[in-house]
């Protein structure tokens, strides 16, 4: 089976920078995504990391270690517009898999 | 990146009447689709992967023939709920995935969010 863990909510301050964590169980990993979701909205792809390290997209990074089962999606210069929820999700056979999802609160 | 549509985005439904949604691959052939389905304030549940020209593969606890899926060519896959009831209300997802081993980018529909009254 597989299982990734991230945190329910996270709240941070406009113009902060936020980590979200999400720590993954899988076999036959191919890689960790990350997606944003706001309110009654569909997911929309963020970052997707195959392999160790950081990758960087504008004001959104995102990083992969694979040893730990580990990965992070970093958010600089918040802005309010960033208030959604995010989701890490990891590729296994032909499926995406999705963590519960991160709840992030910004404050003005 | 790809673009999926889903239609209807909304839909209010009586007990015991099907309901049919509609994905679609706008600019790409989907081989393979994915319907998910998600409650208020929890994470996208994979219901089952659509596969053009053959059977849908259902994950474990999602009924089969209450959630029929037909992807009859490479750019169209349909749910349909079948005598639906109250707690089938929900928000469903469709997504096409361009990877061919999964795990990088799944490109959704708008989404249906149905209400069985």
């Known amino acids: 089976g597989q299982s990734l863990e991230q945190p329910s909510e996270v709240t941070a301050v406009e113009g902060a920078i936020v980590q979200i964590n999400c720590t993954y169980q899988?076999?036959?990993?191919?890689?960790l995504s990350w997606y944003q979701q706001h309110d009654g909205g569909a997911p929309t792809f963020l970052s997707y990391?195959?392999?160790?390290g950081l990758e960087e997209t504008g004001r959104f990074s995102s990083f992969l270690s694979r040893s730990d089962s580990y990965g992070y999606l970093l958010l600089q210069e918040l802005q309010m517009k960033d208030s959604a929820s995010y989701f890490c999700?990891?590729?296994?056979?032909?499926?995406?898999?999705f963590g519960k999802g991160t709840r992030l609160h910004i404050l003005p | 990146g790809a673009v999926v549509s889903q239609h209807p985005s909304r839909v209010i439904c009586k007990s015991g009447t099907s309901v049919k949604i509609e994905c679609r691959s706008l600019d790409f052939q989907a081989t393979t689709m994915f319907w998910y389905r998600q409650f208020p304030k929890q994470s996208l549940m994979l219901m089952a992967t659509s596969n053009e020209g053959s059977k849908a593969t259902y994950e474990q606890g999602v009924e089969k023939d209450k959630f029929l899926i037909n992807h009859a060519s490479l750019t169209l896959s349909t749910l349909t709920v079948t005598s639906a009831h109250p707690e089938d209300s929900s928000f469903y997802i469709c997504?096409?995935?361009?990877?061919?081993?999964?795990?990088?980018?799944?490109?959704f529909g708008q989404g249906t969010r149905l209400t069985v009254v």
């Open positions: 990391n195959a392999l160790d």
């Open positions: 997504s096409g995935d361009l990877s061919t081993g999964g795990g990088t980018e799944a490109f």
């Open positions: 999700a990891v590729g296994r056979d032909d499926k995406i898999i």
């Open positions: 899988t076999s036959g990993f191919y890689g």
